[in-house]
């Protein structure tokens, strides 16, 4: 996915203006927002690989977080730090330090805080491979091994823990307790909070001369009983007005700053002041990501690329093709009036969908491509939307929108369509005229192809085609016409 929409969404304008906006010296806390499926995710990573030469990134989820106590969020956040340290430089504890005990070695003992613990812990890593964290009762335990990356990764990619283990299971037995012996004559490391400053020092000095950035991302996925508990974690921890936790040099919390702020009135009432409990999260503004110009811009040629078995549906998503300027014209309006993520636009194109499979369109003489393709764009649509009634919702929102206005130019698209739906929508007997939902005056005509056919078009010339196209497929989708069926209700 990240292949294809790096070629096909372009994300040259944000970058410029985030380029200016992280670069800013003082701006150590950032809240990056845009709405959920936006494309957030990606842009930062695209933006931060592009520029590696500058920023040292930490990529984090912490919407995994929602399983542990308050008292172990924290915990959790140094451990998904060390990991990702440990990923992107695993010779960072490759130097032995005092007593031949390395600093993962420290490391483990400190995450297991009791010296029982990690006595027996260090025996089962070495002994059976089991995780060391099936056998701790401690929750911060059970918490990290949920998160589905178990502290033997630490262990596993340190070269000098390797070597002990072979030695033990070469039958060098007494290696452990001569191990533990060394460890507990150390002192009680566990007692200070070796992690935190560890994590600040390699940070520091594995940076080198660039800045180290910490991104929080996926906040827009996170249950909203826990979105603010873990914001109150993290504003705890941060190191008073100027210094970021564990010598950061930005702080990125991601998520959308709008929903956010519903939540926020909804949990504890509108009159309660968002902006004033918020502004601790970023030092100078937040940055609002809008990329949708380039999405827009992308929609016509991520639709020629979506997928499909019937070798009959190449036209109708060809440059003129009718599903694709059908489509066009919903997912355009529906990206403006905020009801289209990139999440939704790239899932015909990663997936095969049931509705475009092999043997789906049929021509025949009773029924053209026109209503063929329409039928088929509403059911791949009701698909990327989940089911019928949040698609309705979403044409609703684009009816009642300002952006379906009166044109005076006109589109022949506006007439066409409708036409082809009001075909199953009214009686093919109807007379000069007839009403159509109360709005407008149809005037029906032979169609000069089909002497069976007639076609359907307001009396009014191209001012209302618009709102009369949105209209029509309403009442459309709403009466199920797009089914496949030997009859339809003509009843209205």
């Not at 499909?308 to 599903?323: T, V």
């Not at 191209?462 to 009843?491: G, P, W």
């Amino acid at each position: 996915m990240e292949q294809k929409q790096s070629v096909l969404i372009s994300i040259e304008n944000p970058k410029s203006d985030f380029e200016r906006f992280v670069g800013t010296e003082t701006n150590k806390r950032i809240f990056f927002s845009g709405r959920f499926g936006i494309g957030k995710t990606f842009f930062l990573q695209k933006f931060f690989e592009t520029h590696a030469d500058k920023y040292d990134t930490y990529h984090l989820f912490p919407v995994r977080y929602q399983i542990a106590s308050n008292e172990n969020v924290v915990e959790l956040l140094k451990y998904d730090i060390l990991v990702e340290l440990l990923k992107k430089y695993p010779d960072a504890f490759k130097k032995r330090e005092a007593k031949d005990i390395s600093g993962t070695f420290k490391l483990f003992a400190a995450f297991c805080k009791d010296k029982g613990l990690f006595n027996r812990f260090l025996k089962s890593a070495v002994e059976t491979g089991e995780s060391v964290l099936a056998l701790s009762p401690d929750p911060l335990f059970q918490a990290l091994g949920k998160l589905g990356r178990p502290l033997n990764e630490l262990l596993s990619i340190d070269k000098e823990f390797q070597e002990f283990k072979n030695e033990y299971m070469n039958g060098e037995k007494g290696v452990v307790e001569k191990f533990i012996k060394e460890i507990h004559a150390e002192g009680d490391v566990i007692a200070t909070d070796y992690i935190s400053h560890l994590l600040v020092e390699k940070i520091d000095s594995l940076k080198e001369s660039k800045k180290s950035v910490l991104i929080l991302d996926d906040f827009d996925r996170m249950d909203p009983e826990h979105i603010f508990r873990i914001l109150n974690v993290f504003s705890a921890h941060m190191e008073g007005n100027e210094e970021n936790k564990f010598g950061f040099d930005h702080i990125i919390i991601v998520g959308d700053i709008h929903n956010l702020q519903s939540i926020f009135h909804h949990r504890y009432g509108e009159k309660t002041e968002f902006w004033g409990y918020f502004d601790k999260f970023f030092s100078i503004r937040p940055f609002y990501f809008n990329n949708e110009k380039a999405i827009a811009e992308s929609i016509p040629l991520l639709l020629r690329k979506v997928k499909y078995e019937d070798s009959g549906l190449e036209a109708a998503f060809s440059e003129d093709g009718i599903m694709k300027g059908f489509m066009h014209e919903i997912l355009a309006h529906a990206l403006a009036v905020g009801k289209l993520n990139v999440r939704q636009l790239y899932k015909p194109l990663m997936h095969s969908f049931p509705e475009l499979r092999s043997g789906v369109y049929k021509q025949d003489v009773f029924m053209d491509n026109w209503n063929q393709c329409i039928d088929l764009s509403i059911k791949l649509l009701i698909a990327i939307y989940g089911d019928k009634q949040n698609f309705l919702n979403v044409l609703s929102q684009i009816r009642e929108s300002n952006l379906v206005v009166a044109s005076s130019s006109g589109n022949w698209r506006y007439r066409e369509f409708p036409n082809s739906m009001l075909r199953h929508l009214m009686p093919l007997d109807v007379g000069k005229g007839s009403s159509w939902l109360g709005k407008y005056e149809i005037v029906a005509s032979q169609d000069e192809r089909n002497s069976s056919r007639k076609n359907f078009y307001p009396r009014e010339d191209h001012t209302a085609n618009a709102q009369y196209f949105y209209d029509t497929l309403i009442a459309y989708v709403s009466r199920s016409m797009y089914e496949k069926r030997n009859d339809y209700d003509y009843s209205f």
